[in-house]
């Protein structure tokens, strides 16, 4: 079974300073993990990805994102937000198990950046 | 190119109206989506393609029919639609496989009155 879990459904943080969007996950085998931003009335856009290697992904925007095994989580951030990252931000996962096509995806955490 | 179109972009219909909505891709991509997404919700998987076959549906209502007429296209086929059919509805592409990500097109959005 695949789930993922955005904890926060509201963010709100003052432009300048570090941003943080959690996101944990549950997979039966290795991780597959997808970031990705809605800006309104728009689709989804890829943001970044964990496959294997590195734990820091790095990805479109100045977006990174930090794996963390033992606490299965995938925490998206930003070292200094903009006023233009305000968005809905949804964590994806699926596990090297799953034969499928289709994504799980979070609840989705509402980023506010206030000037 | 990682671009996904859909037209139209806003779409109001009556509930005894039928329409289609389009949508195209040109990144050579095997697996094709209907989402359907409500504000500030996450999408909801309506249907998928691979190789242009129909390989997951997901238990929804007949009155949304679901085309893919070539490897670039997916129409979505509506008839009858409720007002709760109201919704932003995305298409997205990908390579298929659990490792790549899904593309997305900017949606349309569908008011049934």
């Known amino acids: 079974a695949q789930s993922v879990a955005q904890p926060e459904d509201q963010v709100n943080v003052a432009e300048g300073n570090p941003l943080t969007v959690k996101c944990t996950y549950s997979?039966?085998?290795?991780?597959?993990l997808f970031w990705y931003v809605q800006y309104p009335n728009r689709g989804l856009q890829f943001l970044l990805k964990?496959?294997?290697?590195?734990?820091l992904v790095k990805g479109s925007y100045g977006f990174e994102a930090e794996f963390n095994k033992s606490q299965t989580s995938f925490h998206l951030k930003k070292p200094s937000a903009l006023v233009s990252d305000s968005a809905l931000y949804f964590c994806a996962v699926r596990d090297d198990q799953y034969t499928g096509n289709q994504f799980y995806f979070g609840t989705g955490t509402s980023l506010t950046v206030i000037p | 190119d990682t671009e996904v179109t859909q037209t139209p972009k806003h779409l109001v219909m009556g509930m005894t109206n039928k329409k289609s909505l389009k949508c195209e891709q040109h990144?050579?991509?095997?697996?094709m989506y209907w989402y359907k997404q409500k504000a500030k919700k996450p999408p909801e998987l309506m249907f998928v393609y691979s190789y242009e076959k129909l390989s997951i549906n997901e238990s929804v209502p007949s009155r949304f029919s679901p085309e893919c007429p070539n490897s670039s296209l997916l129409n979505l086929h509506l008839h009858a639609l409720q007002p709760e059919d109201s919704a932003l509805y995305l298409c997205a592409s990908s390579q298929g496989g659990a490792r790549n990500e899904q593309y997305f097109g900017p949606g349309t959005r569908l008011t049934v009155t």
């Open positions: 997979v039966s085998g290795n991780p597959y």
């Open positions: 964990y496959i294997t290697g590195d734990n």
């Open positions: 990144m050579g991509h095997r697996a």
